[in-house]
């Protein structure tokens, strides 16, 4: 049996979606409104698995969400994600980078990142499953 811990969390930034190498009529093309600046209500839900450890749980609530606010709440929460990223920040590329981030952060605990869901709106994410499914 498999036990998965989630947390969600929510920061609020801006981004514009554009390739700088376009023009603005061609940025409007590809990306319609978003390629002017606006912001989101950021959701992002993390899932981990591990083993139950003798105090009953995979990991601490608490101690998951330490770790999430620290290398990605905290790092996007009220800021120009154009500015943080190399890539169009679209919700595929930063669920991308949140992925490596976390992955390189939980390689001191004892659980797996599975997925994690960002989404922009209420009814648009994107997901990324971290481990193949069996």
Same mark, same amino acid.
């Given at each position: 049996?498999?036990?998965?811990?989630?947390?969600?969390?929510?920061?609020?930034?801006?981004?514009?979606?554009?390739?700088? !190498?376009? *023009?603005?009529?061609?940025?409007?093309?590809?990306? *319609?409104?978003?390629?002017?600046?606006?912001?989101?209500?950021?959701?992002?839900?993390?899932?981990?698995? *591990?083993?139950?450890?003798?105090? *009953?749980?995979?990991?601490?609530?608490?101690?998951?969400?330490? #770790?999430?606010?620290?290398?990605?709440?905290?790092?996007?929460?009220?800021?120009?994600?154009?500015?943080?990223?190399?890539?169009?920040?679209?919700?595929?590329?930063?669920? #991308?980078?949140?992925?490596?981030?976390?992955?390189?952060?939980?390689?001191? !605990?004892?659980?797996?990142?599975?997925?994690?869901?960002?989404?922009?709106?209420?009814?648009?994410?994107?997901?990324?499953?971290?481990?193949?499914?069996?």
């Amino acid at each position: 049996m498999k036990i998965y811990t989630t947390i969600s969390t929510k920061f609020e930034a801006a981004h514009c979606l554009c390739l700088p !190498e376009k *023009g603005d009529e061609e940025n409007e093309k590809l990306f *319609g409104k978003c390629s002017n600046l606006h912001g989101h209500n950021y959701k992002l839900e993390v899932s981990v698995s *591990g083993d139950i450890k003798n105090d *009953g749980m995979v990991i601490n609530f608490k101690r998951l969400k330490e #770790i999430i606010n620290k290398n990605v709440t905290n790092y996007y929460d009220h800021q120009f994600i154009n500015e943080l990223m190399d890539k169009v920040p679209t919700a595929e590329n930063m669920c #991308i980078e949140i992925v490596n981030k976390l992955q390189k952060a939980f390689s001191t !605990e004892d659980i797996n990142l599975e997925e994690i869901k960002l989404y922009e709106t209420d009814t648009s994410y994107c997901k990324v499953r971290c481990k193949d499914e069996q």
